[in-house]
């Protein structure tokens, strides 16, 4: 039965598995994926930065930070790029249920110490009515969540107007484009609660310090952010 679920190819570079093999990834990509773990790191948001003195990348040193941790599981490039690509574009659990197991492990790595009342999903991007929404942060987070055993809330955070895309703006225009144009749904779920965001990509951090933001202003006690891969630069 799991095998219809799982079939047996590598979710980062299409290799059969072994039978048997529930980590959707070969003995081969396990070995050389760029985990951010390898890297030296931002101590606030987990990019991967040049040994610096303070230890922060170039986006924490100048950015208000709302969330108190950020981490990621992968460096946005190679095989663990595709993938997260792959995540957005195609309708396949495959994608969500193996990157939610590197997100999972990131996540007790990095904040192991902190108890998680519920996980959110960054919010979908608005679309026009005829488009159809796949909800693929969603579909990430609730894999997180069942893997680290913490509550999913779906639709908790959402998008009050349309934004440009992210990808094809500036860095400096990111923050702006997300500014004030998330809102949550019932501010009584997140009141006193400590939260973990899921997002696919971190990059500049405009959305998920904008999702912190919101969560905050509604009265989150404090919230923590993850997503499957993270930029080395501030804007690819
Ligand atoms: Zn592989
Ligand atoms: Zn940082």
Redesign the pocket.
């Known amino acids: 039965m799991l095998n219809l679920l799982y079939p047996p190819k590598c979710i980062f570079c299409g290799r059969r598995l072994e039978p048997g093999n529930k980590t959707g990834t070969c003995p081969e990509c396990a070995n050389t994926l760029p985990f951010c773990r390898k890297y030296i790191r931002?101590?606030?948001?987990?990019?991967p930065?040049a040994d610096s003195a303070d230890g922060?990348?170039?986006?924490?040193?100048v950015r208000r930070n709302y969330a108190k941790g950020?981490t990621s599981a992968f460096v946005y490039i190679d095989n663990a790029k595709s993938a997260v690509i792959a995540l957005k574009k195609e309708y396949n659990a495959l994608y969500a249920k193996t990157l939610s197991l590197y997100v999972a492990e990131m996540i007790k790595y990095d904040f192991g110490g902190v108890e998680f009342d519920f996980v959110v999903s960054a919010p979908p991007r608005k679309k026009n009515h005829r488009e159809e929404i796949f909800d693929h942060a969603a579909c990430l987070a609730r894999e997180v969540a069942l893997r680290i055993g913490i509550p999913f809330k779906n639709n908790v955070l959402y998008q009050t107007e349309k934004l440009r895309k992210q990808s094809e703006l500036h860095p400096d225009e990111r923050l702006l484009n997300v500014k004030g144009k998330f809102a949550v749904r019932r501010p009584d779920t997140v009141r006193g609660k400590t939260i973990l965001v899921i997002d696919d990509v971190y990059t500049t951090?405009a959305t998920l310090e904008e999702c912190a933001a919101e969560l905050l202003k509604a009265g989150a006690y404090r919230v923590y952010a993850a997503a499957a891969a993270t930029t080395v630069k501030q804007n690819r």
């Open positions: 931002c101590r606030r948001c987990g990019k930065i922060l990348c170039e986006g924490c040193s950020i951090g």
